[in-house]
């Protein structure tokens, strides 16, 4: 496929100002300079928290005596959340994105407590999956909002602005977290955190409550919650949970809760997703079907990137962070790219090109763990996988606006974010059982790296994921059209 090719126009047809009429104002504006401010800070808040958090969990893992669970430590955030995100969608379309903004972010404040203050790394693990519940109901509220107040033009320009929100954190979380993660303990990156709620909370939610609450039709009666569908969502995240448990079990016993879990779990994810989502139909399947490979790699991949530098490279935890700080300036770059009106009727194309960056990132990134190769390759290798992942992400999210509805944005924003969080629980779940089954479970002297070599067990983490990526390249090619 020539990768200039225009994307079909059924998906986004290019709009034409019609003369005489002025352009509309930027997203900084005066009509919605005060709702940009504060839902990028939100964005600015979660960013922060999965940058700082990455880079102290695994000197967490060691101190709780938990490197063999430390795949559970990011799957409970990504296997909650997938309860809490069809709940946002149906809370968001009925009620507004009001009220499920601020409850996910006081819980997402109250995970990161939790987790700060935990004595084992079970409590550790419950307090990220808390978090998920926080999560999940923040980013589709958030979807549900840029839906409402923003003009379809507008839209790939604040998906910008919440990529561009993730560059200070990666550059600074890292190296904050780093420093209070050896001088203080990684106890204070968690607790410290939550300070941060006070602003959003200060800046978005009146705006909010101007030009987003209230449901979609003030006019139309409010249809109940569909009870069928949150029976669903719970299925699902009881369904990955029991897959990410036998994942790590490693024992002829675990086939028992692996099968319960796909019982649950296959059909009622079928139940939740756009009908075609699994054999890639054109239109939005398409889309959130690459939405979830995209995530699922990419995060599968980077989860273990911070642990195989400082165990596999004996970097100290600050310098296996910043390795990944220049992705977030990248994310944003490619973010921004994406936004650009001109390369509007290229956007199909520019998704495929994101998805050759993102495999060339994953299959590049285990080369450190031969010696001679030099350790700054894993931070070139994370720029450019970060760059495409900001094209993806951020194509998908507009795309996915301008196939839904107003009424079904909420639904529809849920099972994107669904296909993106489940995709990580289970290929979460995937590297980490092949990374224990392998050895690398006995990484636990994160220092000596001498004893805890184990780079067979990081590179089957990473190749795995990178030929997802490049399946990823073909589901591209079918976002144009109508699903079937």
Not at 108 to 123: D, I, R, V
Not at 241 to 246: G, R, T
């Amino acid at each position: 496929m020539n990768v200039l090719e225009p994307r079909d126009a059924e998906v986004a047809p290019t709009s034409v100002m019609p003369a005489g009429i002025p352009p509309e104002p930027g997203i900084l504006g005066r009509t919605h300079r005060a709702l940009s401010l504060g839902i990028i800070t939100v964005v600015l808040l979660i960013a922060f928290e999965a940058t700082a958090v990455g880079t102290a969990m695994p000197v967490a893992a060691r101190e709780l005596d938990g490197i063999s669970l430390y795949a559970f430590a990011f799957s409970a955030y990504f296997t909650t959340s997938l309860f809490s995100m069809v709940l946002s969608g149906q809370w968001a379309d009925r009620r507004g994105p009001l009220a499920p903004l601020a409850t996910g972010i006081a819980a997402f404040g109250a995970g990161l407590l939790l987790s700060g203050t935990a004595s084992s790394m079970w409590l550790f693990i419950g307090g990220r999956a808390v978090q998920g519940l926080g999560g999940g109901l923040v980013i589709v509220a958030l979807y549900v909002v840029v839906s409402r107040a923003y003009s379809e033009r507008l839209r790939p320009a604040i998906m910008a602005g919440f990529a561009a929100s993730w560059v200070v954190p990666s550059v600074v979380g890292p190296l904050i977290a780093g420093a209070v993660t050896e001088h203080l303990g990684w106890r204070w990156v968690f607790i410290g955190i939550p300070a941060l709620v006070v602003f959003p909370l200060a800046l978005a939610l009146p705006a909010i409550r101007r030009m987003a609450s209230g449901p979609a039709d003030p006019a139309a009666p409010v249809p109940p919650f569909d009870r069928r569908r949150i029976r669903l969502a719970l299925a699902v995240s009881l369904g990955a949970a029991l897959l990410q448990y036998a994942g790590e079990d490693l024992r002829w016993l675990s086939l028992i809760p692996a099968a319960a879990g796909a019982a649950l779990l296959i059909p009622s994810v079928l139940g939740l997703l756009p009908r075609g989502t699994y054999r890639a139909a054109r239109g939005l399947p398409s889309v959130v079907l690459l939405r979830g490979i995209a995530a699922g790699s990419f995060i599968a991949a980077e989860s273990f990137v911070p642990l195989m530098l400082v165990t596999q490279r004996g970097l100290s935890p600050t310098m296996a962070g910043l390795s990944l700080a220049v992705g977030g300036a990248t994310w944003a770059l490619g973010s921004w790219v994406q936004s650009r009106p001109r390369l509007e009727p290229y956007r199909r194309s520019l998704l495929v090109f994101g998805m050759l960056c993102v495999a060339v990132a994953i299959a590049l990134a285990p080369s450190v763990l031969i010696h001679s190769v030099p350790v700054w390759t894993v931070a070139v290798a994370w720029a450019i996988g970060c760059f495409g992942m900001g094209m993806v992400i951020a194509s998908t999210s507009v795309l996915l606006l301008k196939l839904s509805a107003p009424e079904e944005a909420g639904e529809n924003s849920a099972a994107l974010q669904i296909s993106d969080g489940l995709s990580n629980v289970i290929l979460l779940a995937v590297g980490g059982a092949t990374f224990a089954a392998l050895g690398g479970g006995a990484v636990g002297a994160l220092h000596d790296t001498a004893s805890a070599s184990h780079p067979a067990a990081f590179a089957a983490v990473f190749l795995p994921m990178a030929g997802v990526a490049l399946v990823g390249m073909w589901v591209a090619t079918r976002l144009g059209g109508q699903s079937k």
